[in-house]
C-alpha cells in the first residue's frame, strides 16, 4: 500500500520529549531520543520556568509553538542540540481547559533529503492561517502552505476544526486533490494527521504532521476515541482509525479494537491524561518509538493520537 | 462428487460474503464464475464515502483481491456484462462468451434513481453508488473554487457532501423534505445534524425541490422550484436507489419492485437461480443497508450447502460515516397511538436521546451527539424485552440500570466550585454560591449580583438548583408555570432564548431548550410557531401544522362542523358592488345566517367546508380578501365616518381607519388585534375598550393601548398624542411590533402591559426615536412576507384539501 515504508528509513522526527508541571516549573518526564544519548542526558537535568525556552513559552503563550532556529531564540539548549545536528522543534501544550497538563516537545535534524512536515494553524476571521511550520527540504510545499488558508470543514486542517476530531488522511498528494496536493504530491507527502489543539479561551489551534514515504514521521498512526460519549461509563478507548505499515489499514467495520485505561502505552496515556513517549515496544507495534497525545474535551480526555517511530 | 458449477452475477458486499461462507461449510463443493460489470473484484462499497473523503485509500477498502479469488479457484470475469440468462439451456451469456451454470446467483445489486428533471444527462451529473462515481467526484474537487450540489439529504447524500467538502469544494446540499435523513432521523436529531454539517460549511437547503439543471455541454447549475439558481460543477444525485432488475427480468424471473425471492433466496420462477443483496424483493420488502444482505449470504450460502435455513427481515440500525458526527437509529420511531417518548437533551453538548416505548417494550431510538450505549438499545429493541422495571432510568444507559433513581438535586450538588453553570456570562458554581452565601436569596438577585441566567435563560432552572442546594428549605422553586409540560422554561424564558441564541426552527429551540417531548405538543407548537415567525420573519418558515384548526382552515369553525366566511371591508367601509357580491355569494352557497358584526363587518355563518376554496374565489374576484376573523393577528379596524360626514368630527377617521387596517392586516400578534379609530371624543367608534384606539380631537390623535371589552373590561390608557396622521399610524405600528416581539403568546395586550407596565412600552414606543424606528422597520418587513391573502393562495395551491375525502354516506347507501 502507498503508505507502506521501510522501517529502517529514519523518520523525519529525532527526538520526542515530555515536560510536566512541578509547582511553578516544568519538569522533565520522560523522552525518547535514539542515538542521541547526550542531549538526552543533558535535557533530563533541566527544568523551565512559564516563558523560559521553548516548553516554558508553550505554556505562557497557551499555545503550540514551532521553533526554525535556535541562534538567537529563547532555546535553552541551543548548543547540545546543535552538537545533535538539530535545527527545528515544535512544542504542543495539551490543556486540560486552563490547566496546563504537559508540554510535548518534538525536534528534527535539518538535511537535504528529510522531507516532512510539523505544522501549526491558528484561527484568525474565521480561516485557518498557517502560524508556523517545520517542513525540512520541503521548500515549495512550505511556501505554498504559507499562502493557504482553510475554512471550516474544508482540507485536513479545515476538517479538524469543523469536527474537532483528529483526522487521518491518506494519498495526499494523489487523491487530495486541490489543497495543496500539487506540491504535496511533488514533495512526497502521502499521509496527514490533523489534531485539535485545545488552549484556553476562545482560540483554535489545529496541528498537522505530514509524512512522506522516504522520511516518514512515523511507521503507525493510531487515532482511539475515549470520550463518555462513544464509550461509555467505561474508562476505555476505541480505536476509530489507524494504519501501518507492517499491518495495513487498522480500523475495522466488524472487530471493534477497545483498551481500558493503563492497558498497554496507549491505556497509560488514558489513565494518566499525559502524553507517553516510550522507546523499544514489544508486540505489534514492535517500533522504535512510540507517542500518545490525549487531546482534552469537557474535562476529560476526550481522544488520543498515536504514531509510532 | 465433482463439483457443481456455480455462476455468480455480481461482485457486491453481498457475494462477497456469500462466497467466503460457501467456501468455509462447503469447500469443494462448487466451482466458481464471478461476474462483474465494474472491472473489479468485491469491495466495501459503503467505506466509499471515507475514500471520497481521502480518509481511507481505495486499497484499504479491497475485502476480496485477485490472490483471494486465486486462491478459492474462482473464474473472475470482471469489466464484463452479463446479457443474458439462457435458463432451458442453462447457460449465462456474457459479453465474451457462455458459461453453464448448475447453480445461478444473482446478485446485481441496485441502480441509483435519477430525477426525471431536465438536464440530468449533462456531463458533471452524476450518482453515488461505486468507484467511477467516486473518482468523478474526486476529480471535480481537483479544480479550485469548485462548487457541488449534492441533491438527496439521506445518508449517501449527506456522505457525499462531507467528502467533498473535506477534498475543498463549496458544497450545497438540497433535501426535498423538513429535515434531513427523515427516515432514520426525527426533526431533532435533523436539526442537530444540519447545524453539525452547517459547522463544517456545507450549505443546507430544506424543502428544495429542483426543478433543472442547466447547463451547455456539462453542468453549470441547478435551478430550483422557488427559483434559486446554484452554480455547479457537479451535481451528485443521491435522492434513492432502486432493485437492479435487468438481467433478472430478461431472463423471465418473477419480478416486482426487485427480483422476488422466497426465505431461502431462491427465486419463486426457477429452484436453480437465487437472488442475493438489494436486488431482491422478500415478502414485499427491499433492501439497502448492509445487515440484511450479510443475513441473506449467510442463509444462501447454507442453501447452496444444503442446509436447512431461512432469512428473516430483522430490525436494522442506521449510523453516518461523517467523522465527527455521532449518531444512531434504530427501529421505528413514528409516532402513534399508544407509544410514548422519553426524552433527554443536553444542550450544551449537543446531546438528544430519544426512545420510542410500545407496550412497555423499546421500539425505537434516535441518537445525536452520544451513541455510546447505541448497541444495548439495539439489543433491547430486538429483544422485545419488557422494560417496565428500568422504565425510570432507561435513557441513562445500562450503567444506571438497577441503581436509584436520579436525582438532579444531587447531580447539582456534585459539581465542583468551577463548574461552569451560565454559559453566556460564563458565571461557576462557586461563584453563585458565594452571591448566595453574601445574602442573594432567590433568582433574581443572583441574576443581578452574578449576570446568571441573565442571557438565553437556559441555565435558570440550574441556577435555582444551585439555590435550592445551598439555601435547603430556606429557598422555594418560584411558582412560574414553564410553558408546557415539555419544557421547564416559561414563556419569557423561550422568548429570550430565541432572540439570545438567535434560534430560528422548533428543532433548535426543542433543543436548546431541553424539550421532554421529541417535536413539543399541541399546547407549546403554536406559540413557538409565533415567537419564531415574529422574531425571525425572513429565517423561520411559517409551519400550519402549528396552527390551531381556525388558523389552519383560515376559518371559524362552528359547532355544527361548518365554517364562517368574512371578508375584509377597510375601516368598515363597503361598496354595492362589494354588498352584490357577498349577497351573490350567499345565495350560491346557501349561507343560511348573515350576520353584521360588531366589528362593522358581514359574516357569512353556515358555510360547508368543501365550499370554502369556491366562496373565496367568488369574494376575492369581487376585490375582497380574508377578514382574519379566525386569527391571532389584526381583526378589525372599527371606525365612525368623522370629518366627511359628521357634524362633530375633528379628524378623517375613517381614513386613518382604513390606512391603519391596510398598514396592519395579515400580520400575525400574540392574540387577537382589534383596533378602533373615533372622530371626536364622542367616540361613536368604541376605541376607548380596543387594543389600540385613536380618538380624534382638533390639536390630532390620542392614541389610547390595552383595553379590552370581553370576559375583563377595561378602558384604554394613553400612549401617546400625535399630531399628525403618519405619527399616529406609526405609534400604532410601533407598539403592535413591540407587543409582537415580547408578549407571551395568548396575551391579550392589556394582560401584557399589566406585566411590563405602561411606562416601559413609552420608553421604547413614544421616547426612544430610534427604536420606534426600528420596531416600525421590523413591522413592515415582516408584513413584506406575511401580508397576503390566505383565501387567494389556498384557492390557487391547496383547493384540494378542502374536497371531502370520500362520500362514506353514499357508498352506504349504495
Redesign the interface.
Known amino acids: 500500500m502507498d503508505t507502506a515504508v521501510d522501517t529502517l528509513v529514519r523518520p523525519f522526527i529525532d527526538v520526542s520529549e515530555i515536560w510536566v508541571p512541578e509547582g511553578d516549573r516544568l519538569a522533565h518526564a520522560g523522552g525518547n531520543y535514539g542515538d542521541l544519548s547526550e542531549f538526552g542526558s543533558i535535557s533530563e537535568q533541566i527544568t523551565f520556568g512559564k516563558g523560559e525556552g521553548l516548553p516554558g513559552r508553550a505554556w505562557a503563550q497557551g499555545r503550540p509553538v514551532v521553533l526554525k532556529q535556535f541562534d538567537g531564540s529563547n532555546f535553552c539548549r541551543t548548543e547540545a542540540a546543535t552538537a545533535a545536528g538539530l535545527s527545528a522543534a515544535v512544542a504542543i501544550p495539551v490543556f486540560n481547559n486552563a490547566k496546563l497538563m504537559a508540554v510535548l516537545v518534538v525536534l528534527c535534524s535539518d538535511s537535504e533529503e528529510r522531507v516532512g512536515a510539523v505544522e501549526v494553524w491558528e484561527e484568525h476571521d474565521g480561516l485557518l492561517m498557517l502560524q508556523d511550520g517545520y517542513y525540512g527540504a520541503a521548500k515549495h510545499f512550505e511556501w505554498v502552505s504559507q499562502h493557504t488558508h482553510f475554512p471550516r470543514g474544508q482540507g485536513l486542517p479545515g476538517g479538524v476544526w469543523a469536527s474537532n476530531t483528529p483526522i487521518l488522511m491518506r494519498d495526499l498528494g494523489s487523491g487530495y486533490k486541490f489543497i495543496r496536493a500539487d506540491s504535496a504530491g511533488k514533495a512526497g507527502l502521502t499521509t496527514g494527521l490533523g489534531i485539535p489543539i485545545p488552549v484556553p479561551g476562545n482560540r483554535t489551534y489545529v496541528l498537522t504532521l505530514l509524512s512522506a514515504l522516504g522520511t516518514p514521521i512515523a511507521h503507525r498512526f493510531e487515532i482511539w476515541d475515549c470520550r463518555p460519549s462513544a464509550v461509555g461509563s467505561d474508562h476505555a478507548a476505541v480505536l476509530i482509525d489507524g494504519i501501518c505499515a507492517r499491518e495495513g489499514p487498522l480500523w475495522s467495520e466488524d472487530n471493534e479494537r477497545r483498551i481500558k485505561a493503563w492497558e498497554g502505552q496507549v491505556g497509560k496515556v488514558l489513565g494518566s491524561g499525559l502524553p507517553v513517549v516510550a522507546k523499544g515496544l514489544a508486540g505489534s507495534a514492535r517500533y522504535g518509538g512510540f507517542v500518545g497525545l490525549p487531546i482534552y474535551h469537557d474535562g476529560s480526555v476526550a481522544r488520543i493520537v498515536a504514531w509510532y517511530c | 462428487m465433482a463439483p457443481q458449477k456455480l455462476v455468480v452475477i455480481g461482485t457486491g458486499m453481498a457475494s462477497g460474503r456469500l462466497l467466503e461462507h460457501l467456501f468455509e461449510i462447503a469447500p469443494g463443493a462448487y466451482e466458481v464464475t464471478l461476474f462483474n460489470a465494474e472491472p473489479r473484484g468485491c469491495y466495501?462499497r459503503?467505506?466509499l464515502s471515507p475514500?471520497l473523503?481521502?480518509?481511507?485509500?481505495f486499497?484499504?477498502i479491497v475485502t476480496h483481491d485477485e490472490a483471494w479469488y486465486e486462491d478459492h479457484g474462482v473464474t473472475c470475469r470482471f469489466g464484463e456484462r452479463v446479457t443474458a440468462v439462457d435458463r432451458d439451456r442453462k447457460v449465462v451469456v456474457g459479453e465474451k462468451g457462455e458459461v453453464a451454470y448448475d447453480k445461478l446467483v444473482i446478485a446485481t445489486g441496485s441502480a441509483p434513481f435519477i430525477i426525471p428533471v431536465p438536464g440530468k444527462d449533462l456531463k458533471g451529473v452524476v450518482a453515488y453508488r461505486d468507484l467511477e462515481d467516486t473518482n468523478a467526484m474526486?476529480?471535480a474537487?481537483?479544480?479550485?473554487g469548485?462548487r457541488a450540489v449534492v441533491i438527496g439529504g439521506g445518508l449517501l447524500g449527506l456522505e457525499a457532501a462531507?467528502g467533498l467538502?473535506?477534498?475543498?469544494?463549496e458544497v450545497t446540499v438540497l433535501h426535498l423534505m423538513g429535515h434531513l435523513m427523515e427516515r432514520q432521523l426525527d426533526a431533532s436529531a435533523g436539526h442537530l445534524l444540519k447545524q453539525d454539517l452547517e459547522?463544517?460549511?456545507?450549505e443546507v437547503m430544506l424543502q428544495a425541490s429542483t426543478q433543472e439543471i442547466t447547463g451547455t455541454g456539462k453542468v453549470e447549475a441547478v435551478k430550483l422550484a422557488d427559483g434559486t439558481e446554484l452554480k455547479a460543477d457537479i451535481v451528485v444525485m443521491a435522492v434513492g436507489i432502486r432493485p437492479e432488475t435487468t438481467v433478472a427480468k430478461a431472463a423471465g424471473l418473477e419480478v416486482g419492485r426487485g427480483m422476488v425471492v422466497n426465505a431461502q433466496m431462491e427465486s419463486v420462477s426457477d429452484p436453480d437461480i437465487y437472488g442475493l443483496g438489494e436486488c431482491v424483493e422478500f415478502d414485499g420488502a427491499v433492501f439497502g443497508l448492509v445487515a440484511p444482505l450479510y443475513d441473506q449470504a449467510k442463509v444462501l450460502a447454507k442453501t447452496l450447502a444444503g442446509e436447512a435455513d431461512a432469512f428473516t427481515v430483522r430490525q436494522l440500525s442506521t449510523k453516518l460515516k461523517?467523522?465527527?458526527?455521532?449518531l444512531f437509529s434504530a427501529g421505528d420511531f413514528n409516532d402513534g397511538e399508544g407509544r410514548q417518548d422519553i426524552v433527554f437533551r443536553d444542550p450544551a453538548?449537543g446531546?438528544y436521546k430519544r426512545l420510542v416505548i410500545e407496550n412497555d417494550r423499546l421500539i425505537g431510538a434516535v441518537f445525536y451527539?452520544?451513541?455510546?450505549?447505541s448497541n444495548w438499545f439495539f439489543g433491547l429493541i430486538q429483544t422485545g424485552e419488557d422494560i417496565s422495571a428500568n422504565r425510570d432510568t432507561l435513557i441513562f444507559?445500562?450503567?444506571y440500570q438497577g441503581g436509584a433513581s436520579v436525582d438532579p438535586l444531587a447531580a447539582v450538588a456534585a459539581l465542583p466550585d468551577e463548574a461552569e453553570i451560565c454559559g453566556c456570562n460564563g458565571v461557576c458554581k462557586g461563584q453563585i454560591v458565594t452571591a448566595i452565601e453574601n445574602g442573594a436569596s432567590d433568582l433574581a438577585a443572583v441574576r443581578a449580583v452574578t449576570k446568571a441566567s441573565g442571557s438565553c435563560g437556559t441555565c435558570t432552572g440550574l441556577v435555582e438548583q444551585v439555590l435550592a442546594v445551598t439555601l435547603g428549605d430556606e429557598f422555594s422553586m418560584p411558582a412560574e408555570q414553564p410553558m408546557c409540560g415539555c419544557t421547564d422554561l416559561t414563556h419569557e424564558d423561550v422568548r429570550r432564548l430565541i432572540k439570545g441564541q438567535e434560534l430560528k426552527s422548533m428543532p433548535a429551540v426543542w433543543q436548546a431548550g431541553a424539550w421532554k417531548t421529541p417535536d413539543g405538543c399541541h399546547s407549546c407548537r403554536p406559540a413557538l410557531n409565533f415567537y419564531l415567525l415574529a422574531d425571525w420573519p425572513v429565517e423561520y418558515k411559517d409551519d400550519p401544522q402549528s396552527r390551531f384548526i381556525n388558523e389552519r382552515k383560515h376559518a371559524n369553525i362552528q359547532k355544527d362542523g361548518t365554517f364562517s366566511v368574512m371578508p375584509r371591508m377597510w375601516g368598515g367601509i363597503t361598496t354595492p358592488d362589494e354588498l352584490r357580491a357577498i349577497a351573490d355569494a350567499a345565495d350560491k352557497y346557501k349561507v343560511p345566517t348573515v350576520k353584521v358584526t360588531g366589528g362593522q363587518r358581514i359574516d357569512l355563518l353556515g358555510i360547508k367546508g368543501e365550499d370554502l376554496p369556491a366562496i373565496w374565489a367568488d369574494l376575492n374576484a369581487a376585490g375582497m380578501v380574508s377578514g382574519h376573523a379566525y386569527s391571532k393577528g389584526l381583526r378589525t379596524v372599527k371606525t365612525c365616518v368623522g370629518t366627511d360626514h359628521c357634524r362633530f368630527g375633528t379628524q378623517d377617521s375613517t381614513g386613518l381607519g382604513i390606512k391603519l387596517e391596510k398598514a396592519l392586516w395579515g400580520s400575525w400578534t400574540p392574540h387577537k388585534v382589534k383596533l378602533a379609530v373615533s372622530g371626536c371624543p364622542r367616540n361613536c367608534a368604541e376605541a376607548t375598550c380596543k387594543d389600540v384606539g385613536v380618538i380624534c380631537v382638533d390639536s390630532g390623535y390620542q392614541i389610547g393601548v390595552g383595553g379590552a371589552a370581553g370576559m375583563d373590561l377595561k378602558e384604554t390608557e394613553r400612549l401617546a398624542d400625535a399630531k399628525t396622521e403618519e405619527e399616529a399610524i406609526e405609534l400604532a405600528i410601533a407598539f403592535i411590533q413591540l407587543y409582537r416581539e415580547n408578549a407571551r403568546y395568548l396575551d391579550r395586550p392589556y394582560k401584557w402591559l399589566g406585566k411590563v407596565g405602561l411606562p416601559w412600552v413609552k420608553a421604547r414606543v413614544v421616547d426612544d426615536l430610534a427604536e420606534r424606528r426600528r420596531l416600525v422597520d421590523a413591522f413592515l418587513l415582516s408584513q413584506t412576507i406575511y401580508q397576503k391573502d390566505p383565501w387567494a393562495e389556498h384557492v390557487r395551491e391547496q383547493a384540494e384539501r378542502y374536497a371531502p375525502i370520500a362520500d362514506i354516506t353514499l357508498e352506504a347507501a349504495e
Open positions: 466495501n459503503i467505506m475514500v473523503s481521502g480518509e481511507k485509500s486499497q484499504e474526486i476529480e474537487a481537483g479544480n479550485p469548485s462531507a467538502r473535506l477534498r475543498g469544494m459547522r463544517r460549511g456545507i461523517v467523522t465527527g458526527c455521532d453538548r446531546v451527539g452520544d451513541t455510546a450505549d444507559g445500562p450503567a
